[in-house]
């Protein structure tokens, strides 16, 4: 049975950084992709980041509204990914929660929900302004 623990979430004042880690535990577990999303209250749940490894490169997603504030990092082989925050704001405030799926596919849809199989339980980031 595969699990996903995330740590790394708190409260911090804007302008801030945190680093979210993502650990996947599972014995046969070996991840294609693995990503961040985030649920502010009284909203939906919506992509933050994502990586997906390939025989070659290692492809980064980023929602725009983080693009050059948050880096996703991870390694496969662990089954961890992590995402650093820079500069944030109370608009990032939310329960992040990682993601990740096992399947290849011809084609991906990196955003979407369906796409992965696995889900944490989530990690609370607050920012204060």
């Known amino acids: 049975q595969v699990q996903l623990v995330e740590s790394g979430g708190g409260l911090v004042q804007a302008g801030d950084s945190l680093r979210l880690s993502c650990a996947a535990s599972?014995?046969?577990?070996?991840?294609?992709?693995m990503a961040w999303f985030r649920q502010a209250p009284g909203k939906e749940r919506e992509f933050v980041s994502g990586?997906?490894?390939?025989?070659?490169?290692?492809?980064?997603y980023y929602h725009m509204s983080v693009q050059g504030r948050f880096t996703i990092s991870g390694d496969d082989a662990k089954n961890t990914v992590y995402l650093q925050m820079n500069s944030l704001t109370p608009e990032d405030t939310a329960v992040y929660y990682c993601?990740?799926?096992?399947?290849?596919?011809?084609?991906?849809?990196?955003?979407?929900?369906?796409?992965?199989?696995?889900w944490g339980l989530g990690t609370q980031v607050t920012v204060s302004s």
């Open positions: 599972g014995r046969t577990f070996s991840p294609s992709v």
């Open positions: 993601a990740a799926d096992q399947r290849y596919r011809t084609t991906w849809d990196m955003t979407a929900q369906s796409t992965y199989d696995y």
């Open positions: 990586l997906r490894w390939s025989d070659g490169p290692t492809y980064k």
